[in-house]
């Protein structure tokens, strides 16, 4: 922008030039195709879901958008100190709340998982991961700064009750995300290679344990590996969505994405997919690897080991959320209910969305002038 000088000390002068443009620059075009995709695959949710309006959710989704942009731009303001607070107390207020939706929610399709206020449900573990991002960054920085500190016990502690709160719900999808967000973490911070090797043995075992006692875990795992003797409805009419759109979308072909079911949700890449073709389709995965790869490299320019954990782990929080939608969708993973960042339906994956992103972009500016001791962290 040229209008913008860099001797220009506003608010927003600083903040345009402190922040990294090219990450915006792909962020950008990666909401407006969410914009694009949910017009087209929302009116045929309402009407497989006989809501009269047909841009019921369309309509939903902008009320939303706008406030996740807004909380977007005003976190990324933060200071690293600042951001640090924020995400710990987001963490710990977010986790309460996940205890009160399995203390006094609703059972939605066998979970608790939301609380209802009002106007829309709110998913408090949509907000607890940036949260826990946040958190278990500083006791990584921490404990590497001073070996003395019980920095990883603490972590693994932290990790223990979100992954309890998860898996009470239950939602294991969200805990498999959190716990491989948790293993980059712990890859960045340096620590060893034992560390990890115990992480992934835990998490397989976890695993197996859901498989073993839970039927809706089993069913899914079963679904992937033998489709032939599980119902897999959704993931092949997806697939059939996919195929339909052909290169550059179905044009008159039939749809079928109105028998697609959470087409607005978690399998909104198949419905784009149909609507605009393969090549949109490979242009949303390669926006979110671009995205994810140039937020990891800012992220380890930064001098804060803090701000190096923390903005990698946001930026694999993304990343992996956007491999587990894509992938069920292709039937490269089993199906999970997992929303497509800033592009499926949801008020409280938006916000949580834009809050993670604010974040990011908060531990990854190049902040300039003076700044207090306390507020470049070690």
């Known amino acids: 922008m040229r209008s913008i000088s860099r001797a220009d000390n506003s608010l927003f002068g600083r903040w345009w030039w402190s922040v990294d443009r090219p990450m915006l620059a792909v962020l950008a075009p990666i909401i407006i195709i969410g914009a694009a995709a949910l017009t087209a695959a929302g009116p045929a949710a309402a009407g497989r879901l006989r809501i009269d309006n047909d841009f019921h959710f369309v309509f939903r989704q902008a009320l939303f958008l706008a406030p996740a942009i807004v909380a977007m731009l005003a976190i990324s303001l933060l200071t690293p100190l600042q951001a640090r607070r924020f995400g710990v107390l987001l963490f710990t207020g977010a986790l309460f709340l996940m205890l009160a939706t399995l203390l006094f929610s609703s059972d939605v399709n066998g979970a608790r998982r939301w609380i209802d206020v009002g106007l829309f449900s709110l998913q408090p573990s949509e907000f607890a991961k940036p949260g826990f991002v946040i958190a278990a960054a500083w006791m990584m920085a921490e404990g590497a700064r001073d070996r003395s500190f019980p920095g990883g016990a603490i972590v693994l502690g932290l990790y223990l009750v979100f992954s309890a709160l998860l898996m009470m719900q239950p939602d294991f ?27 992934g043995g835990f998490g397989m075992f976890a695993l197996g344990g859901a498989y073993m006692f839970s039927d809706h875990v089993a069913a ?3 679904g992937f590996l033998r489709p032939d003797a599980a119902d897999t409805y959704q993931v092949d009419r997806a697939l059939e969505a996919i195929s339909n759109g052909g290169l550059i979308g179905r044009g008159d072909a039939p749809a079928v994405k109105g028998s697609l079911p959470d087409a607005h949700t978690d399998f909104i890449f198949a419905a784009a997919a149909e609507d605009f073709g393969l090549l949109p389709g490979l242009l949303i995965i390669g926006l979110f690897a671009v995205f994810v790869i140039r937020a990891m490299t800012v992220a380890s320019r930064q001098k804060a080991m803090f ?27 089993p199906a999970k209910g997992m929303t497509l960042p800033f592009i499926s339906y949801g008020g409280s994956s938006l916000l949580a969305t834009g809050v993670a992103v604010g974040l990011l972009i908060a531990l990854t500016r190049a902040h300039q002038g003076p700044q207090r001791r306390k507020d470049l962290m070690p």
């Open 220 to 222: 899914r795992i079963d």
């Open 173 to 199: 999808g969200q805990w498999m995300l959190v716990t491989g967000v948790w293993a980059v973490m712990f890859f960045i911070a340096g620590w060893s290679w034992t560390w990890i090797a115990m992480l």
């Open 307 to 333: 701000a190096q954990i923390a903005g990698s782990g946001l930026a694999a929080l993304i990343g992996f959320q956007a491999i587990i939608n894509i992938g069920v969708s292709l039937r490269a993973l």
